[in-house]
């Protein structure tokens, strides 16, 4: 079963199954997601106070912002090409993202070293290096574009939001999905291993919302490098069209995930990342640490 | 001294004038630090309720042959209370009582699509297409696949159209460098 949403507004096709309602009634939506297995991948207790107290956080940190206006200036290039106008102009997409830097609702939370204006620069050269590189420019029909679809993946699990960057069709009829990621450094063959899970998901939910498409064969990740001089580059996966479902390693994964939820196991995870958690005064271990009197400093 | 969260939720299913009920009763021991923190305690009691309508959905859909109810009525109550401890908190109680039976006339109100219905992106696409094209996108939906709007349209023949007219358009300019 799938449903597909648009803007953020789900739009169900059947009636909502009972690890649905017990999705929505502990975190106050019927469905799970890979960035909510990351979260709790990365704290369970921040994952606590994100999806669970639904605590209003303390800060933004920058990195989300101008990640998620970058995403939306990529989308603007991508739309232009498959409708066949002119793409919008550099200038015009800095400004995007600029806006929404100043216009956040929470406090923005800065680098050591970044300003605004800082971040607009670095805007202006991810923008020209992604608008000038060859692998921003897709080939055939758009399908999903910064949009977002569910489907039922495991009887066991709530239904899984696949948040798409960009599902398309290639001429040749191959569906490929594809994920912009905002990184500082190049990624390395270990990290797309790492992050692979995600694109596995987004695989079946894709299978399953489209039925009348070939299944996926292509999952791409393309990577945008926010170094002094901006890399964009793009790593494939193939994967058989005949493959269905998903790995038993997946699967484990999102299923210890809804498992420990469900049980209300959520253990601080000290770490330097503490200091850049909009949850840290609320949590004794990470409070400790994002006032300096932390040990744990694992990155 | 140790509390126990006591917890009921009982749930009606009407269908055709039957109607079916079913309650849970739940308890479950709080640690001292979880009641100090109201949002916490909130989250612990949200979950127990999430686990008692789990319970609850499970025997609805087994007493009706697997199917989804279509509509629920529901009610619930939570108190707390003291309890001694060691003393063990009563497991979960499943209380059910059913009346009516089915008549077999009910008809699920649910739509039935004929595929997934256009995304946003692609609508947008027809919408800039059709625009450069100077043509009404809804007469060529309806022309194409006889439907009456674009947003009727499903994904794959969103996907036809978009090509259809990008064909069109690329063959429009095609004419105008010609010229």
């Known amino acids: 079963m799938a449903s597909a949403t648009s803007n953020g507004a789900c739009v169900p096709t059947t009636p909502r199954s009972p690890q649905a309602r017990l999705a929505e009634s502990l975190i106050g939506r019927p469905y799970i997601s890979h960035s909510q297995v990351s ?5 369970p207790k921040q994952f606590e106070f994100r999806y669970l107290i639904r605590e209003q ?41 600029s806006t929404e830097l100043r216009s956040s609702t929470l406090p923005l939370r800065f680098s050591k070293g970044e300003s605004l204006e800082s971040l607009e620069g670095l805007a202006r050269r991810m923008i020209t290096a992604y608008a000038d590189s060859p692998d921003s420019r897709v080939e055939g029909s758009v399908l999903f574009l910064e949009e977002a679809a569910r489907a039922e993946v495991d009887p066991d699990l709530p239904p899984v939001e696949a948040r798409f960057d960009l599902v398309y069709q290639r001429p040749d009829g191959g569906v490929v999905i594809r994920d912009v990621k905002t990184s500082r450094s190049r990624w390395s063959q270990e990290k797309l291993l790492e992050s692979r899970a995600q694109l596995l998901i ?4 894709v299978r399953q919302v489209l039925p009348e498409h070939p299944a996926p064969d292509r999952l791409e990740y393309c990577v945008i490098s926010k170094s002094a001089r901006s890399v964009v580059s793009l790593h494939q996966l193939e994967v058989p069209r005949e493959s269905v479902g998903l790995d038993e390693g997946v699967l484990g994964q999102l299923r210890g995930f ?4 469900v049980a209300g196991s959520f253990p601080a995870r000290p770490s330097w990342q503490c200091r850049s958690c909009p949850y840290a005064h609320r949590c004794p271990e990470g409070r400790q640490i994002a006032q300096g009197g932390g040990a744990a400093d694992d990155a | 001294m140790p509390m126990t969260l006591t917890l009921s939720l009982s749930k009606k299913l009407t269908e055709n004038f039957n109607s079916t009920a079913l309650g849970v009763t739940i308890g479950a021991e709080v640690e001292h630090s979880v009641l100090a923190d109201p949002a916490a305690l909130q989250s612990r009691i949200d979950r127990l309720f999430a ?9 609805l859909a087994a007493m009706s042959g697997g199917a989804a109810p279509m509509s629920l009525v529901g009610a619930a109550e939570a108190h707390t209370k003291a309890t001694t401890p060691g003393v063990p908190v009563a497991a979960s109680q499943l209380l059910g009582y059913a009346s009516g039976a089915s008549n077999g006339n009910g008809q699920a109100k649910l739509s039935h699509s004929r595929g997934r219905p256009a995304t946003e992106s692609q609508l947008r696409a027809l919408r800039s297409i059709a625009r450069r094209l100077g043509i009404d996108l809804q007469q060529e939906a309806y022309h194409e696949f006889a439907v009456a709007s674009p947003e009727d349209l499903s994904i794959t023949a969103a996907s036809q159209l978009i090509d259809a ?12 460098r010609t010229r």
């Open chain 1, 57 to 97: 956080p303390a800060f933004v940190p920058s990195s989300l912002v101008f990640g998620t206006s970058f995403h939306a200036a990529a989308a603007a290039i991508t739309a232009a090409d498959f409708e066949g106008v002119e793409r919008p102009s550099v200038e015009e997409l800095v400004e995007g993202v």
């Open chain 2, 165 to 176: 007219l990008k064909e069109r358009a690329e063959a429009a300019a095609a004419r105008g």
């Open chain 1, 202 to 205: 987004y695989r079946e939910v």
């Open chain 1, 258 to 261: 809804w498992s420990s939820v």
């Open chain 1, 39 to 43: 979260c709790y991948a990365n704290c």
């Open chain 2, 51 to 59: 686990e008692c309508d789990l319970a609850i959905e499970r025997k």
